[in-house]
């Protein structure tokens, strides 16, 4: 169930790709949300549908794309309800998206200041010189050493750690009250990554923005957010607090993530059946579609639409068979 008084509330949101073979439906009732003052992580491996769900919410769908059915409700508005001219007063002003290519979004025929100074000069109407002056405050905020030089910087003569703090910096330079984060550190070593999620928490706590967490890194997840949505094939497998599914995942899937995660206390663990989603799988319209790769799957998982049972205060499972019994954590 979607948290009450959320920030962004996503709700059974289905959405197809018109192809030469006809309309593919990408996402199938997604539902999720994320409250005030919150990190939530939204994993899933590649191909799950987390990505075109961040761009659903900003309405940057590409013309192939539409929505079936469904809503994205953020800050009592219906998103999907407004006008191109309506979304650009929020995008940047309330919501703001950092991207997974920090290099692919800025501009390099640029300085790195001038571009986050036109962020202040396009959305809150500011004089050159003081946008200028904001940039390299901010800059300095996200942790960039001598921002005063860095700033006549152009971004290919930055590494790929700092273009990513750029970025975050002009994502952030407008006081969103929702920043999504599309796989931030993805390119980046592990000690850089470490530093970019360290600094994304420490903005979130001095902003109290909300923040959707896109990524597969589940240790990121476990130290990060507060709550977890599971998603594989365009369909969310299980939402919960993170303390309540890292301890007893329901949904085989969620166990199989879990289990893939490297411990030092157990053996490793053999992948579930069958390989990632095919096309066949996106092109169904019923049923889970994890069930080609389920241990449990029985003939009604492959038929009929994905319940939502309860497996506690605010802990969700798509899965027919939790209701029966089945679903008990994995052992660890």
């Known amino acids: 169930m979607n948290a009450p008084g959320a920030v962004l509330d996503i709700r059974d949101l289905t959405l197809s790709f018109a192809t030469s073979k006809g309309p593919v439906t990408i996402l199938e009732g997604v539902s999720l949300s994320v409250g005030g003052n919150e990190i939530v992580g939204l994993v899933g491996e590649s191909g799950s549908g987390k990505t075109v769900t961040a761009l659903a919410t900003m309405g940057f769908l590409p013309p192939a794309a ?29 919501i703001a998206m950092v991207f997974q290519s920090a290099r692919g979004a800025l501009n390099p025929l640029m300085r790195i200041g001038d571009q986050l100074a036109r962020v202040y000069q396009i959305q ?20 960039i050493a001598d921002a005063e030089r860095r700033v006549r910087a152009y971004p290919h003569q930055i590494s790929g750690g700092m273009a990513q703090r750029v970025l975050l910096a002009m994502m952030i330079a407008c006081s969103p009250a929702l920043l999504i984060a599309d796989e931030p550190t993805t390119g980046l070593d592990v000690t850089i990554q470490a530093q970019m999620f360290d600094l994304l928490k420490d903005i979130q706590a001095q902003t109290r923005a909300s923040v959707l967490l896109i990524t597969h890194d589940l240790g990121v997840v476990a130290e990060t957010c ?9 369909q969310v497998m299980e939402t919960g607090d993170c303390l309540s599914i890292f301890a007893q995942p329901r949904h085989p899937y969620t166990q ?11 053996p490793v663990v053999a ?20 069930a080609h790769r389920c241990p449990i799957a ?16 605010g802990h969700d499972v798509m899965c027919h068979r939790v209701g029966e019994g089945y679903g008990a954590a994995a052992e660890s």
Not at 68 to 85: K, N, R, T, Y
Not at 272 to 287: C, I, M, T, W
Not at 298 to 313: K, T
């Open 66 to 94: 539409r929505i079936e059915s469904g809503q994205i409700d953020f800050e009592g508005a219906d998103l999907l309800s407004l006008d191109e001219q309506s979304m650009r007063a929020i995008r940047g002003r309330r």
């Open 256 to 266: 199989h993530l879990l289990s893939s995660v490297m411990r030092v206390d157990r």
């Open 124 to 143: 809150r109407a500011m004089p050159q010189r003081q946008a200028y002056r904001e940039a390299v405050d901010m800059l300095r905020r996200v942790g």
């Open 298 to 313: 029985i003939d009604v998982c492959r038929r009929e639409a994905l319940p939502r049972i309860s497996a506690g205060p």
């Open 226 to 234: 507060r709550r977890i949505v599971v998603m594989y094939a365009g």
């Open 271 to 290: 992948p579930p059946v069958g390989g990632p989603p095919s096309e066949a799988l996106v092109y169904a319209a019923r049923g889970c579609r994890f």
